[in-house]
């Protein structure tokens, strides 16, 4: 499932049930979910793996074959 931005224009109680939701879809649906925002929050609660994508690269991926 891809969501672009799916909780910016929710007040912040609709928009944690959306994440609750998505959480839940993701763990007892098995389903994956590749979202975009702008929230690092957002990013936070919802992903097991988070990219930084700058120019078609990403920065993480970037950072660590730097190390």
Request: charged fraction near 35%; proline fraction near 3%; include cysteine.
């Amino acid at each position: 499932m891809f969501l672009d931005e799916p909780t910016p224009d929710l007040d912040t109680q609709t928009g944690r049930h959306v994440w609750d939701y998505i959480k839940k879809l993701n763990r007892e649906g098995k389903v994956t979910i590749i979202l975009t925002t702008h929230y690092m929050d957002e990013a936070d609660y919802l992903c097991d793996r988070v990219a930084i994508i700058d120019n078609g690269k990403d920065l993480l991926k970037e950072k660590e074959k730097q190390e």
